[in-house]
């Protein structure tokens, strides 16, 4: 997934025609700005999936504009786009974020939470929701093998919960960035997420992230 978030819309038709199928945005609000422009550019063919933090007011255009939402953190944010999906006639695709990390600005589901448990019941009766599996953010730090216990642990979490729920569906396990794809995929990733390694430095740094 090439994560486009701060791009301008000019550079993501550039990675389509270099082959990119898959984008990764972090915001509504911003998606929506470029989202005209690249009408008018033309994105054919390609997808794009929401990766940031989505506020429940927030998840009825969510569900509309984007292709996938791999963020989702909440039993109330599943049940709210859940709904939208279906107002839309559509089966959205979705990932579950796990917070590994004890870093307080990152989110997602916890890992040994009661709400993680009730999410995985109630999902199969979300019937515009298509869950696919599990992602999360690793702790930023200069040195990327930290990181590699916390890809461990979710590949771990997902064998686990794929044992305890046979009908609900863990392909994927969304993790790795620029810093530390290489062992993100030693440890099982079948999604990268990046962004600085192929677009170069983000032109204005966002607060709060790597
Ligand atoms: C920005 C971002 C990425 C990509 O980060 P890079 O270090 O630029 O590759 C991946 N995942 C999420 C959730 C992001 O917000």
Do not use: W
């Not at 090439?2 to 945005?25: D, H, I, N, W």
């Not at 919960?161 to 993100?184: C, K, N, R, V, Y």
């Not at 990733?189 to 990046?194: A, D, G, N």
């Amino acid at each position: 997934m090439a994560v486009s978030k701060v791009q301008p819309a000019e550079a993501l038709t550039e990675a389509v025609a270099s082959g990119v199928t898959l984008f990764g945005e972090n915001r509504v609000q911003e998606y929506e700005a470029k989202r005209e422009r690249l009408r008018a550019l033309g994105l054919a063919g390609a997808q794009v999936h929401l990766i940031g933090h989505l506020q429940s007011n927030k998840s009825a255009r969510a569900a509309q504009i984007f292709d996938g939402i791999d963020s989702v953190d909440s039993l109330r944010l599943a049940e709210r786009l859940n709904e939208a999906a279906g107002k839309l006639g559509k089966r959205l695709p979705v990932l579950l974020e796990i917070k590994l990390s004890k870093e307080s600005a990152k989110t997602g589901l916890d890992p040994s939470g009661p709400e993680l448990s009730q999410l995985l019941e109630r999902l199969p009766a979300l019937d515009h929701l298509a869950a696919h599996g599990l992602m999360t953010v690793a702790p930023f730090d200069e040195n990327p093998e930290t990181a590699r216990a916390c890809f461990r642990r979710l590949r771990e979490l997902r064998e686990t919960l794929a044992t305890e729920h046979p009908g609900l569906d863990f392909t994927e396990l969304s993790m790795g960035m620029s810093g530390d794809f290489e062992i993100a995929i030693e440890e099982g990733s079948t999604l990268v997420r990046i962004g600085t390694a192929l677009f170069g430095r983000r032109p204005r740094p966002i607060p709060g992230q790597p």
